[in-house]
Every structure is written in structure tokens, then in C-alpha cells.
DNA sequence: TAGATTGTTAATCGATTAACAATC
DNA sequence: TAGATTGTTAATCGATTAACAATC
């Protein structure tokens, strides 16, 4: 929520973490002050649209100086909310889920993961790199006792409906699904979606485009050529 | 390009993958024909933006009669270039990079992982379930040989766009980058971007709205029963 | 103060939805 | 043929960009 309570559109909320990414690398350039003009040139939104965004949220510049690269960096943070720590249990075991589970980046930035779930008998017990598998059957009292905001589902695309029904019961207030599959979530729970396949499909597109492009120049250019 | 080799919107690209699901679950069903109106319901989006996307292509449907849902499968699977197989690379095999050469989903959708780079002498030679770890040194020289299409970049931040601009180099079609910075590449390469980062930053935005929404409903019950 | 740059309103652009004629 | 449903045009909605008054 903005100033005045109003809706903030999600292409808004979807930009903020990448200025918030700009911000660091000024912070660790030194840069203490920064226009929306300046910053337009550097991550390719228009200076407008900058000024628009943030203002959703307050005024955070001053005329006739600009923004503050340290102040605007904390105020994005605080309006993401990565001001607070937050406790994470990843269900399925697997490449992906493994995967999350060691990647130290999330920690770094107040994302903790506390546990891993899977049923195979064979992972549960396993250690990863400190984070041990668990028994998911035993995920509801888990998440209750260990107070876990955020379930990661990384498990195959029949169980993960099933999966957020326990989650969410269990009372996480957010689903970061892996699934190669839509889920339904309760309205108090929010839900981020990271479809690796869509996003593959999607490159296969603009790859096979591009290349339609170049035939249809090539057959272009021949056509000059013969006229000639 | 669509007919008439209009630029179609990127937002039209995006949903294409998530049509293509849910075919393919209708299929699974023996479902072998829907209207507009059935597959909104289904998937959520408008029929009328259902029948809008797809006019993007051509005209698949059959007036009074619907969508022959194993030839929309079929029209949208080669739209996407689905219909072709895909040699990868992965560079950088820390754990993002391992989870992805041993995550057969993208094998059985025809995108082969051929290969991992890495510069770690110690994972040089490792084995990743049939995908062998190589040296960064030999990249170009191995994408040039064994014709690759996608370099899937899984580095640091700080070396994305050096591996980026050596993928381009040795001719790659398109690149998928999982490093959480942003990357330029030449005009002839494609690129879609996963940022892991940015994407769980975006979740904890929702999550605390949802925690604010639900305070400000409670106060808001709370005066009401002081009122009465 | 004059210059610079924000915050905010207005104009434009693009994407989604509604309506309906075409047609199976 | 009548009913159903597409393909397509028109209307609406929302997001981006432009303009400029406010103000540091």
C-alpha cells in the first residue's frame, strides 16, 4: 500500500527490487546523490516514469537536488519490507529444491532457510550444507513451532496444490512456487511464481523471431541484388 | 512475428506457455474440443483476450464450433519453436548451475543440456548425472563445434556480462541469465532473464501489504466496537 | 535569486474487454 | 436452418510519457 491507502499496480511493485539493485551498485560507487534524469540513463526507465514510481509511495526527492542514493535505497527496502528476516522451508528435495536450499545469496539478504521436506526416505535425515531434510509429514508442526513465513515449492507438478493447501494451513504468509504448475492460494497468503519452463518457452520464441527476422532481410536484400 | 508479420506484445508471448499447459492437461483428459468461453473459465484470462491472443497467429477456431485442442496444441507448441530441439551450455556449475544440468524436465521439452563451464579446477572433469563440468577457457571453441543454441548464464553477478558477451561471441541464439544483475546483449541474441532476487523481493512486498491490509481491518473493527 | 529538479496533473499510448457481424 | 462461437472492430481501461507549476 502507497500514501492514501491507494492500490499500487504490480508493474510498479515488479520494478522496485531492480531500482533497489541500482542503488547498491551507487552506494558502492560512492554516489551520494542522484537526479531522475541521471538515473534514467543508467537502468533505462524514463526519468518520468522514475519520479512516477517512487511517488507512489511519498515524496522522497527534493527539488531542485534530487534523490538521495542512501535514502531512496532505504525507503525501497522498507516499502519491500527486507528491513525484517524472514524464516523459509523448502518442500521437495530434489535438484531445484537442493539447489535453493544452498544458494547462500537469500541468506545474505535476510531470507533464511530453516528446513527442507521431502517424503523419500532416502533424502529425509541428509544433510545440505546445514539444512536438514526433514519428514514432511511433520511440516504443519514445523512451520507453526518454527514460526516460518515463506514454503518454497519445489516439488513436481501433481503435488504442489497439495502442498500449498498444507502450507498454507500451517500458516505461512507466503508461497514461492517452483512448480511447473498454477496453484490456488488463500487471500491472506501471497504468492510469487517463478515458472522456469514458461521462461524457457518464452526465450524459444524470441529466439525463432529474431531468426525470421534475418531470413526475411536475407531474402530482402537478395531481391535488391537481382534488380541490380 | 504473427500474420502480417505484426510485432506481437510481449504480454501475449508470456501467456502463450501457460495456454500450452493447459492443453496439454486437456489433452491428458481427452478433451478434444473448447470454446473461448470454456478455456477462460479454466485458465482465467478473458475468452474475449483468448480469442484476441490467438487471432495474433491465425485464425484457429472454428465458428460455432471452438478450439480442436490437440491442433491448438500443436499451432502454439510451434509458434514457441517448440517443435525444434535445443543444444544448452550452463556456465558457472556452483548450485544453481549443477540444479539446472541435472533437472531432466527441460530434456524431456527437447532443450538438451550439452555441457557445464566452469574456471574451478576442482569442478573441471566432474560428472552432473551425464553432463560433464569443461573448462571456461574452451567455451567459444566447444559452442562453435557442437552448435549450441542457448548459454544459460549461472555466475556472479560480477561476471555475467563478460560470460555474456563470450556466449554472444561464439554465437549462441539466445541467452537465459540467472545472475542477478542485468546484462546487454547484441540485437541477433535473445535473452530472458530469471532473477531469482528480484522475484522473492516482489513476494515479500506482497506478504507485508497483506500483513498491513489485515491490521488496518482489524483497528477498523476495533473502533467500530468501541462505537457500539 | 536563478537554476535545477521534483511532485503532480494532463495527454498519449497500448493492452484488455465488450460488442457484434461473419460463418460454421 | 437455427444456434453457437469465432474473428475482428470499437470502447474502455490502465500504464507510461510529457508538461509544467511548485519549491528547494
Redesign the pocket.
Known sequence: MGKNNAKI????IKRLPRYRRYLIELKKKGVEK????EFSSLIG?????I??D??NFG?????????SVDGLYKEISAILGLDKEYRMVIVGAGNLGQAIAKYTHFHKQGFKVCAAFDINPNLIGKDLDGIEILDYENIVEYVEEEEIDIGIICVNRDNAQEVADKLSFAGVKGIWNFAPTDIEVPTHVALEVVHLSDSLHSLAYHMNDIQKKEVAQDKHREEENLRD
Open positions: 499496480s504490480n508493474a510498479v542522484i537526479s531522475s534524469k526507465y524514463t526519468a518520468s516514469q519520479r512516477q517512487l511517488n515524496g522522497f526527492g527534493q527539488q531542485g537536488y534530487g534523490y
